[in-house]
């Protein structure tokens, strides 16, 4: 798949606040709910619950000849998600005008990437998470080569997936964990030696959806 193919089929998403790509199997799951961890789970829904909001980036990087996903993996002290592989992001604060904002923002203090070299495509799907996060994915293809630079304090590390493994659909697996005594049902993408999972995983699954994965 080509950059401007990616662009293309984002500009071709409806609106954001859409609940899926048309191809997702979710809807039977969930009617009418926001893409989350209980998609998998339903009784983690709670309609009641007051979300913080939140915005990640999630980084193509255009070389050439291929296309990449640009991951990090969050330092193991941190309060929320600590030690999982995630994009970069994170709370919308005052000065963020909208997610896309903060998404940029978040991405320049977590790995030092210059907003200068992101070019926006659009949003996928809002994402529940099961700790109390309203998070809206930005999509934005990054113009390499990368010269980042990362916190240390919440970055473990960076690397990059090629975009190519998530649309085999082959590669999405489902897992489950017993979490504080109850089963826990969760998208994975093993890949090598990393295991991303959870929320990240949810989100590359709708990208994919997005980008008809095979």
């Known amino acids: 798949m080509t950059a401007e193919a990616v662009a293309e089929r984002l500009a071709a998403q409806p609106a954001p606040g859409r609940r899926h790509s048309p191809s997702s199997p979710f809807e039977a799951a969930a009617p009418g709910l926001p893409r989350g961890d209980h998609d998998l789970n339903p009784d983690f829904f709670d309609p009641q619950r007051s979300l913080t909001r939140a915005a990640v ?21 941190l309060h ?62 990054v113009a390499p080569p990368l010269d980042l630079t990362l916190d240390a304090f919440e970055v473990a590390e960076a690397f990059e997936v090629p975009l190519a493994f998530f ?30 999972w959870g929320a990240t995983a949810g989100m590359l699954s709708n990208l994919a959806e997005v980008l008809g994965a095979r």
């Open 167 to 196: 649309l085999e659909a082959g590669n999405r697996q489902r897992h489950s964990r017993v979490y504080q005594g109850r089963e826990r049902h969760f998208f994975a993408y093993p890949y090598g030696e990393r295991f991303i």
């Open 80 to 141: 929320d998600h600590a030690g999982q592989i995630s994009f970069p992001g994170g709370r919308l604060d005052p000065v963020d005008a909208d997610a896309e904002a903060a998404a940029l923002r978040e991405a320049g203090e977590e790995v030092g990437l210059d907003p200068g070299v992101v070019r926006l495509l659009g949003r996928i799907d809002t994402y529940v998470t099961r700790t109390g996060f309203e998070v809206t994915p930005v999509v934005g293809l």
């Open 57 to 77: 980036l999630v980084p193509i990087v255009a070389y050439d000849d291929d296309l990449t996903v640009l991951l990090t993996r969050r330092s193991d002290h």
